[in-house]
């Protein structure tokens, strides 16, 4: 845009030397009494009024659209801090789901190999020996009524037992199962319950279920906040070249009131600043990087400048000097002062500028005002 405005400016001067020929070979059309077509020249000066007229309008729509671009620079600088904040929200609640969701996995997988455990215990061990067991019962106690009843009709009981009886008899049938019972519950009652199992296997199930679907929130938000964090970090990044142009510019156009030309070096990766200056007597032509190989006076109207070029580029309504001018000669001084005083009336904020220095060079007017201070001897 300032370039832009300066072709603007470049065509207005062009347009005013052109009427200024025109004027004067109108002068002199009429001092050698020839006749002249008026009403042309007064159209083609009120053409080229017209033309000054709407690039001094067009100048003035492109520094207010300046204005308004740098205003919408600030919103966007608070809008990217306010997302980055959210985003590291989301990713540290994120991380803690993602923490519960693997806990969780791991208590199903723990769950169901117990389960698998007791299930191949069960079938295994306990209930083989329980149908086992069983079956002998019944086997027995159907043998037991036949044999009793083919044994009473052949000898009673009384005799078989006065002669010794069998191998084993109800009773001792009776306590093996008591036996086996007793060891059924046992079992029972060192491990959980099938059901008990099984429903603590759906309880975790749905809790997983639940946190995988929460996690595949979290994980799209998480994207969306992550593209978008790129976005406005591409945007944040071309806006800090663009500052980083300026400056150099801005520095380099307060250099030029004096005759020199620099540039300034900014490095955000390594966070550093430096400046480089190129002075108009140096036939070498090469730039000075650091600054204490320059003079006091050029060092400081150095310094001066990239003050200048900082302030311009803030917004404070106040702004002070302390002694700035203390290492240069007049002419430097006198540069310096007029540079200073016309960027102050140009911003439009207060400047209050202290120095030890006469400052007659300096005018007062309805925007400048001088104070001197006594001395503090006599």
Not at 142 to 161: D, F, H, I, Y
Not at 243 to 249: D, G, S
Not at 335 to 356: N, Y
Request: with cysteine; net charge negative; charged share 30%.
């Amino acid at each position: 845009m300032k370039r832009r405005r300066q072709d603007f400016q470049r065509n207005i001067t062009g347009l005013e030397l052109q009427l200024q020929d025109m004027q004067n070979a109108a002068q002199a059309e009429s001092d050698m009494s020839v006749e002249a077509d008026v009403n042309e020249l007064e159209g083609e000066i009120s053409k080229a009024k017209e033309g000054i007229q709407a690039n001094e309008d067009m100048l003035v729509k492109l520094t207010f659209s300046l204005q308004r671009a740098q205003e919408k620079v600030d919103a966007a600088k608070a809008r990217f801090d306010a997302l980055r904040e959210s985003a590291r929200g989301d990713i540290e609640a994120t991380k803690v789901a993602e923490e519960e969701l693997l806990t969780l996995e791991e208590e199903l997988r723990t769950a169901v190999l117990a389960l698998e455990h007791f299930q191949k215990i069960m079938q295994t061990r306990v209930l083989p020996d329980i149908c086992e067991a069983e079956k002998a019962v019944e086997n027995l106690h159907k043998e037991l009524e036949e044999t009793t009843g083919k044994a009473s009709q052949v000898c009673p009981e009384e005799e078989v037992t006065g002669l010794g009886g069998v191998d084993k008899s109800p009773q001792e049938y009776s306590i093996i199962l008591c036996r086996l019972q007793d060891r059924v519950r046992r079992e029972e009652r060192n491990n959980e319950p099938l059901e008990d199992l099984e429903n603590k296997r759906q309880i975790i199930e749905r809790r997983v279920v639940k946190k995988e679907l929460t996690y595949k929130s979290l994980k799209e938000k998480l994207e969306l906040l992550d593209g978008t964090y790129q976005i406005r970090l591409k945007k944040f990044q071309k806006n800090a070249i663009r500052l980083r142009q300026q400056l150099t510019w801005q520095f380099n156009g307060h250099l030029r009131k004096k005759g020199f030309s620099g540039s300034v070096k900014v490095d955000y990766s390594t966070e550093t600043l430096s400046l480089e200056v190129q002075m108009p007597q140096d036939v070498s032509n090469s730039a000075v990087r650091d600054t204490r190989a320059l003079s006091g006076g050029e060092r400081s109207y150095s310094t001066l400048s990239f003050a200048l070029a900082l302030h311009e580029m803030t917004e404070a309504q106040f702004h002070a000097m302390d002694e700035f001018d203390v290492f240069m000669d007049a002419i430097s001084r006198k540069i310096s002062l007029d540079t200073v005083v016309d960027f102050a009336v140009l911003q439009g904020s207060q400047w209050i500028l202290i120095t030890p220095h006469d400052i007659f060079s300096v005018k007062a007017g309805p925007f400048v005002r001088k104070q001197q201070m006594s001395a503090p001897r006599p």
